[in-house]
């Protein structure tokens, strides 16, 4: 049987899925929101560490990759941190900011799905979930998906099931099988924000698992100040996690392990204390077993006053420059968004709409868009959920 019409029909309730929803169902607009998930908004519960780092204060076009960086600037002009700020604010949401700009709940990140929950149903969204989506077609009636042994129709359909990453969770490609049978390209898709392998010369690291140090990764022309973590696979931690995005198979990552260290320090260090070891000079400056791994590396015994200048200076380049070799990454099971997915090229950065497809509608992750570490994630889903919601 054939449901009575909606004006338009979102797939996906996560993030931008239940922003659309709302905003749209505010708008005066019939909607009817589908997930297969027998939670809603359950990648929002798991973010943060459960307290949901709902957004960054310092988000710009910038911290996002694309293959178009321009794509993504409307809509985040037009809905900001401060305007989902203020929408937590409303609901009495308590909230603290961490380091760079990232702001999380103090209490549960299921205060922030009860709050898109309560906004939806301002909006008179219908919401139902726990099925897959059985059929999505188009035709003279516009779009009609089966979903519960139900077909219902509407003028316009929201893809917003985001992308592969955290499988776990029920996600998969389907945004991307969708948007290929309605002519859309896409981006190929890999894991983003995730840690990576090591294998190699590089495998002795290992057995540093656990110890984490303030440093600089840098991966191509991507850079990020913050801390890397040694595990038993390889390479964690928010720089870490921040390079990978930006990294290519086959290229190295590289990071500076003093990155406040002035020119020459080791030099120096051997003029005020020609006695002691590069381990001891490195011992204050990073964890125990960091320090004594990298002296073992660099391979200078002794004193430090038995050191060439020159031999020196070459350590202390190495220390700012040392290259990892990663084997690949940990893959969508531990990424927590993805790079790639459906084309800019082939929507509207002021509506979200398919310039070929007039209805069809793609949101969030989804999309080729994909934002740092830190709520930047979060914001695009927000505001390319709004602009969507704005304009069916």
Not at 231 to 255: E, F, M
Request: with cysteine.
């Amino acid at each position: 049987m054939t449901a009575a019409p909606y004006d338009a029909i979102v797939l996906g309730a996560g993030a931008a899925g239940l922003m659309c929803a709302a905003v749209a169902g505010q708008r005066g607009r019939r909607v009817l929101l589908l997930d297969h998930a027998d939670a809603i908004g359950k990648k929002i519960l798991i973010s943060g560490g459960g307290r949901c780092n709902f957004t960054n204060i310092h988000t710009a076009p910038d911290r996002y990759i694309s293959a178009n960086p321009h794509f993504a600037k409307s809509a985040l002009a037009r809905y900001t941190p401060a305007d989902f700020l203020a929408l937590v604010e409303a609901y009495g949401i308590a909230w603290h900011e961490k380091t760079l700009g990232q702001l999380f709940c103090d209490g549960s990140a299921k205060q922030i799905v009860a709050m898109l929950m309560e906004e939806a149903a301002k909006g008179g969204v219908t919401i139902l979930h726990g099925q897959p989506v059985r059929e999505v077609a188009h035709g003279a009636d516009g779009f009609g998906v089966t979903f519960c042994e139900r077909r219902f129709v509407a003028p316009a359909l929201v893809v917003a099931t985001g992308g592969p990453s955290i499988p776990k969770m029920g996600a998969t490609g389907f945004a991307y099988d969708l948007a290929r049978r309605f002519g859309l390209k896409v981006v190929e898709p890999r894991p983003a924000l995730v840690p990576l392998a090591l294998g190699g010369d590089d495998l002795l690291f290992r057995e540093l698992s656990g110890v984490a140090a303030p440093v600089e990764a840098r991966a191509g022309k991507a850079a990020f100040r913050e801390a890397a973590l040694f595990t038993h696979r390889g390479l964690s931690g928010p720089a870490i996690l921040q390079v990978s995005s930006y990294w290519q198979r086959g290229d190295p990552v590289t990071i500076d392990f003093l990155p406040d260290a002035a020119p020459g320090w080791l030099v120096e260090a051997k003029r005020a204390r020609p006695r002691a070891t590069l381990a001891s000079t490195l011992a204050p400056l990073l964890p125990a077993r960091l320090a004594q791994t990298l002296a073992d590396r660099l391979a200078l015994p002794g004193e430090l006053g038995a050191q060439t200048d020159r031999k020196l200076v070459e350590a202390e380049t190495r220390l700012k420059r040392w290259a990892f070799q990663p084997n690949g990454t940990e893959g969508f099971a531990k990424a927590e968004v993805t790079v790639g997915g459906i084309a800019t090229a082939g929507l509207s950065s002021q509506t979200m709409m398919a310039k070929s497809v007039p209805g069809l509608y793609a949101v969030g992750e989804a999309v080729d868009v994909t934002g740092w570490l830190g709520g930047y994630n979060f914001q695009w889903a927000w505001a390319s959920g709004y602009a969507a919601g704005q304009a069916l």
